[in-house]
């Protein structure tokens, strides 16, 4: 497992960086997890409280199945562990990416009242795992933000059994979950949906001047 | 051929790299390609489904006037293939690339109805090689998106005939094509078209605002 | 304190270049400081008028608590390194930060006749030292800009002493202040600050637009 | 004059790539140049049509006061060399910097009826050079686009003799014009007057919405 951790934490620091760069994990916000062992269950995943831009691979904890750390670290994980641990658990995911974009938090609370928000019609869409046109449409579920972590991680874990076939979710004025069999899909994932909140909130901008006219 | 594929790709990788940084080929999307021989015809292909910004040159296919790969890939080349080997037949460019930016997205939107958009009077303009005043009117199509290539790529024809001095074209929320001579040429292109979409797309807003004052 | 003041010194290089980056400091605009000494206060401080981008770590001058320079610099500190001193003195920060982004620009200026803005409900904020809880309210103060520093000082000084809990303040188009008990955790909350600024400022923007619908 | 033209070749190519990344000179669009020699004039300019992101030291031309090429190049000068030869003249400027940015063409096309933009109120404006308070109006003049560069030189010498004060001018639907003493004083000089006129062009957009309420 060791030389397998090495190298997957490498990849995960390279992806923080880039998603810190991009202004989707700043001030140590967001997090991430790969899937390094299935049985017992064992997650490589950021620690709290860490700059996204500075991370490195020896900051990556190894926890388990309840969020505790099993390597040799004084480092807190973060507090949405338990988040993680259920995405991995209802969606067999190999890797669990979270982000707080400055777009994907303004489409939580502008569709929060509809409890998610629709996304259909663009290519962008094929990118998803299995998703095969653009006509596909894509319903991501927005959820009540919550301090109280396993009462999250069940609402969670609800929510992925009634919608089985979403790619991620909004958690309210928080920010942004996704996921995939591998780390690159989780990515991938996440750079999709964060390009289309994007689009979309810019859209429905122009849109509701144009009704006026 | 190997030496020039070898150069070649390296520049294309480079160019992948600076537009993913941009967020114009987020999560594996777009596709990028160089004709490295004409005849047969030959061109360098991005892959299908490649993290633009983890491209490597040894990724790169090279493919037939067929979208065959005949490098020894297992890789399949993207299902776009088709629509870049007909620009090169249609406007005997030596270079195509497709980029899928938020406003690339949503200008292709706006104007659907229309058909294409016209895009007048910025000094932007004069690079796209053969214009020479800021006068120069663009008119950039709009295409139908599809998942049927053949199709597509016929209609791509067709409208490359008609509008001979288009410099690029839009697939409904999809995005942009554009080409070049060389490589180099076709970057320009798509700078110079995306810089001008954004700037459309801002200022249109700002004047639908201004008319209702 | 050499080698200290060096470490040190080099982290501040690496935050000015970040956040030059970033747009927040272009033009030379902004300053960074840390406190290097407690007893006599001493700060490492960025010069005046030096390119954020390009700052050195041999360009940092070390100041005591009247903005003297201490150091065998010849070049002047910032104007404004007696507010850094003052924020030093009221909170106990152990590093201050200054960015001039263009949406603390725009809130400053939106929000101004209120003397002030809150920001609560969003997770962001718990990334703010002390703060638990999304339901927080943040009261970020906005100051009359002035060029008499002693003035603007005890301006400051008076503020952060009637707002306890502030994490930062505005300057009415001029930027945002914020500290902390590191440079890191200074870093953390700027970029936390400048996120919610910028969320609110799109939010705002939206939301007047629904509510002519 | 060989070694200073090596290290201010090295310094413009810095600027020039900086400037692309931030979107400020995409599309080979833009230009650059700094005075290597008093007299006879000699200017080392950025050649026409390169891209600014690859932009390498030994490309930058040696140009005369005609702006004809005076090094061993075959390449072609910039067609605005003569405009940047009237502001050295005009203004006794070291360097003069022309940026295509997004908002820069929007705010030139906004405000063109008016002849220019006035800028006040920002602390910003006191990076500009002899500028000392935030209360300082800067009237940035807008030109007409023109293809003729005579011509255009002659309107461009015209208007800083009118405006002796100003620090930039913008040309119509084209782009922003500053210079400095020296290549670092233009360069703050482009990053101030782009940020003012981002901040410019988003707050106008704001308060034209918050009129309507």
Redesign the interface.
């Known amino acids: 497992m060791s030389d397998y951790f090495a190298d997957t934490s490498a990849s995960l620091v390279s992806v923080a960086k880039?998603f810190h760069a991009?202004?989707w994990l700043?001030?140590?916000?967001g997090n991430l997890s790969v899937v390094v062992q299935l049985d017992p269950l064992r997650l490589a995943m950021s620690p709290s409280g860490i700059?996204k831009?500075e991370l490195t691979a020896d900051q990556l904890l190894s926890i388990d199945e309840d969020a505790r750390v099993v390597s040799e670290h004084n480092a807190k994980p973060s507090d949405e562990s338990l988040l993680h641990i259920r995405i991995v658990r209802e969606r067999g995911a190999g890797a669990v990416l979270h982000t707080?974009s400055?777009w994907n938090?303004?489409i939580s609370?502008?569709y929060a009242s509809e409890g998610g928000v629709t996304i259909q019609?663009?290519?962008?869409l094929k990118?998803l795992q299995g998703v095969?046109?653009?006509d596909h449409a894509e319903w991501l579920p927005i959820i009540e933000?919550s301090?109280d972590m396993p009462a999250l991680a069940d609402v969670i874990g609800k929510t992925l059994n009634e919608h089985k076939a979403a790619h991620g979710f909004l958690?309210l004025?928080?920010?942004l979950y996704s996921w995939g069999d591998t780390l690159?899909q989780a990515?991938?994932?996440i750079?999709?949906l964060?390009?289309l909140l994007?689009?979309l909130?810019?859209?429905?901008?122009?849109k509701?001047?144009?009704?006026?006219?």
Do not use: W
Not at 26 to 29: H, I, R, V
Not at 121 to 124: A, L, P, Q, S
Not at 201 to 206: E, S
């Open positions: 880039s991009r202004g700043l001030g140590t916000s700059d831009g707080h400055v938090t303004i609370d502008l019609g663009y290519e962008m990118g095969r046109t653009h933000n301090q958690i004025r928080h920010g690159a990515k991938r994932h750079e999709i964060e390009f994007e689009t909130g810019r859209m429905l901008f122009i509701q001047n144009r009704m006026q006219l």
